[in-house]
């Protein structure tokens, strides 16, 4: 167990910088573009964003789980990267082929088409680095991996700053500055990966193909769903709202990076592991054990973030005020899903990925009825709150439906934990009054409920 949890906190490093870097470019930009500016970056990146979540195809996840269970890696990694180089091009095609249409219904104007042009190449790039860093994580190189991860939000905060000094200061700024800084980074990453490209040897596995397709593609239909869950909130804010609101939604949203810091490190280190462990025939009470320590840990960082609430917002221009009361319910999502992470186990291990499909379509419909209802109501705040109950459906579809597979997590703790978090997030959106008495309290609370699993960490560190 000691030298997982050095794994953990190797596997930490990329992700930590590499939010730190992405955090130094929150105020930047956010001083030089108004909150209307950055509602229109937001919505082209998040076309980004869907587009990543269909291009993979599920064969992704499918990748992960042959791994250990084959002896010609390249060989596997390459025949998994076919289907989403295939459906690279035909998207890249019908983004080129409407490119007009897209700038014109996202920014009412046509001079945006280049922008089109950088996304079709990240479309492409974007694939070899969800491959390559793929592979990285699998042979548990924890400081390759935080290297690459590093450079990437390296590149972007770069090229950003570059567009800001020399460039025009609206939209365009943030959208080239990830999409070139991206692209460079995926770059460096396919040329440090060139062994994975030689194809001398490649053989087309038509099999094997055809058995990461069955595992892949239910995980693809939930991830596509999910994408939907993870897009909707934004989209019905900018229908009934405007880009200003948007804005201000998605810089709340760079709050909630903090938290994905670790889901990212975490997640990281726990997919392989999780593997590994179930083809060692580990105890249960190991994956308990992790269960537990996650949702402990996750509910000390969140009220240690709302009670550092008034300190982050230095980092923005009054502007921009107004997120302080639309994050504590978007940090549901980190929090939650990493959490799921560790209770989910079952439907991965019995292949039964289409159950992943039941947990998708609940989150989502969840979202998208609770969101039409709030969003007219309380705007960005309703947004959040929705985004929030969404997940915690998410939390417990995925636990349930695997418990059903395997012997399962213990829910009792985490779910009274989860109770006292959504009250403090209830609590810190609508109200103000004693808001640092009833903060410090939660803490306190759940420090001392954690404080044993909190001690063994610390034992186990040193």
């Known amino acids: 167990m000691h030298s997982g949890i050095k794994r953990f906190f190797q596997f930490s490093i990329g992700p930590v910088v590499g939010a730190a870097i992405s955090f130094i470019t929150i105020p930047v930009t956010t001083y030089f573009i108004s909150p209307d500016e950055y509602g229109k970056a937001s919505m082209f990146l998040l076309i980004q964003m869907l587009i990543a979540s269909y291009v993979y195809f599920g064969l992704d996840q499918a990748y992960t789980r042959e791994y250990n269970e084959t002896t010609e890696k390249r060989n596997l990694i390459q025949n998994a990267m076919v289907i989403p180089l295939l459906i690279a091009t035909l998207i890249s095609l019908l983004l080129i082929f409407f490119r007009r249409y897209i700038t014109v219904w996202l920014f009412d104007e046509t001079a945006g088409t280049m922008l089109i042009y950088l996304l079709v190449i990240s479309v492409y790039t974007l694939v070899f680095e969800r491959f390559f860093l793929l592979a990285v994580r699998m042979e548990e190189k924890a400081k390759r991996y935080s290297f690459l991860t590093i450079m990437i939000r390296l590149m972007v905060l770069m090229v950003t700053l570059l567009f800001l000094f020399f460039g025009t200061r609206d939209f365009t700024v943030v959208v080239y500055g990830t999409l070139i800084g991206q692209i460079m980074g995926d770059i460096i990453i396919i040329i440090l990966s060139t062994s994975l490209l030689n194809v001398k040897n490649f053989r087309l596995d038509k099999k094997l193909i055809r058995k990461m397709f069955l595992f892949g593609f239910p995980v693809f239909i939930a991830f596509a769903i999910e994408a939907i869950f993870q897009a909707s909130d934004r989209f019905i804010i900018g229908v009934w709202s405007d880009y200003t609101e948007l804005g201000l939604y998605t810089a709340a949203l760079k709050i909630v990076g903090l938290l994905k810091i670790v889901q990212s490190s975490f997640t990281s280190f726990w997919i392989p592991t999780a593997y590994r462990w179930h083809a060692e025939k580990k105890e249960m009470h190991h994956f308990q054990w992790v269960s537990d320590m996650v949702t402990g840990s996750f509910a000390v960082l969140f009220l240690l973030i709302l009670l550092a609430k008034n300190s982050i917002l230095l980092l923005f221009t009054d502007e921009y005020a107004g997120i302080v009361y639309i994050f504590p319910f978007l940090c549901f999502a980190p929090i939650l899903y990493t959490i799921s992470e560790t209770t989910t186990l079952g439907i991965v291990f019995s292949r039964k990925t289409y159950l992943n499909i039941y947990v998708s379509v609940g989150a989502v419909i969840t979202n998208i009825v609770l969101a039409l209802w709030l969003v007219p ?86």
């Open 377 to 462: 109501i309380y705007g960005a705040e309703g947004a959040a709150l929705s985004i929030g109950i969404a997940y915690f459906a998410y939390y417990l579809l995925r636990t349930m439906l695997s418990n059903r597979e395997w012997p399962g997590i213990r829910m009792k703790k985490q779910l009274c934990t989860i109770a006292l978090l959504f009250f403090a997030g209830m609590y810190n959106t609508f109200f103000t009054d004693y808001i640092y008495i009833i903060n410090s309290v939660l803490l306190g609370i759940i420090i001392l409920v954690y404080l044993p699993i909190f001690k063994e960490i610390l034992r186990r560190r040193g």
